[in-house]
């Protein structure tokens, strides 16, 4: 195991000594739409496409070294039941993540510093982040990156969210990869204080 930095080793110690590790070690979430006032407005508003509308969940398994079966399960293909993107943000955030939108440079992030290592579970986030696709400006470079941030084992799942549709590329490029750790170092630095 790599720990990021001394911060993400303290993290660790921290939810150690207050009972709160898990056997697993959780993946980061980050999220960058760039769009207009009123294009955000509907995207929040809008219900989140479920799961089983997007073609390509077994794709991906097969692209990742995975325990147990490498099949997609019909269960995390189930629609989570919220009425709107808001309602899905607002479920996720909380201690530890954090979903903004800054009408001057029009850009929505979210981003979760502790998430989960089950792809499963991933997909059961990933399918309604994944419908703000439609909203986001399309030359305008907006991604969604699950990764180990904190412990630093690799990429689990990168999105484009370009050209109003989402779909799983090879990796985020610099640029995009130095914000999302920007993002969550801004999360873990929060979370340790």
């Given at each position: ?5 001394w911060?993400?080793l ?7 000594a207050?009972g709160?590790?898990q056997a697993?070690e959780?993946?980061?979430v ?9 294009q955000?407005?509907?995207a929040m508003?809008a ?6 509308s997007?073609s390509d969940?077994?794709?991906?398994f097969d692209?990742?070294?995975?325990y147990?079966s ?5 269960e ?5 039941g919220?009425?709107s993107l808001?309602e899905?943000a ?8 954090t ?5 001057q440079?029009?850009?929505?992030q979210?981003?979760?510093l502790?998430?989960t ?6 997909i059961?986030l990933?399918?309604p982040?994944?419908?703000?696709a439609?909203?986001?400006q399309?030359d305008s470079?907006?991604?969604l990156?699950?990764?180990s941030y904190?412990?630093?084992?690799g990429d ?5 969210l370009?050209?109003q ?7 985020p ?9 920007a993002a ?5 630095d929060?979370?340790s204080q």
């Amino acid at each position: 195991m790599q720990f990021r930095s001394w911060t993400g080793l303290a993290l660790a110690a921290l939810l150690a000594a207050t009972g709160q590790v898990q056997a697993s070690e959780p993946s980061s979430v980050y999220l960058r739409c760039s769009m207009t006032p009123e294009q955000y407005a509907k995207a929040m508003a809008a219900p989140p496409r479920p799961a089983i509308s997007y073609s390509d969940w077994q794709k991906w398994f097969d692209s990742k070294d995975m325990y147990g079966s490498a099949r997609v399960d019909a269960e995390w293909l189930q629609d989570s039941g919220a009425k709107s993107l808001q309602e899905v943000a607002q479920m996720w955030t909380g201690a530890g993540g954090t979903s903004r939108y800054d009408p001057q440079t029009g850009r929505w992030q979210f981003a979760l510093l502790e998430f989960t290592d089950n792809y499963g579970e991933m997909i059961q986030l990933l399918a309604p982040l994944r419908s703000v696709a439609p909203y986001c400006q399309p030359d305008s470079d907006s991604f969604l990156l699950i990764y180990s941030y904190i412990w630093g084992d690799g990429d689990n799942a990168y999105l484009t969210l370009d050209k109003q549709r989402s779909r799983f590329a090879d990796k985020p490029t610099k640029a995009q990869r130095a914000e999302a750790d920007a993002a969550l170092k801004v999360l873990m630095d929060a979370s340790s204080q």
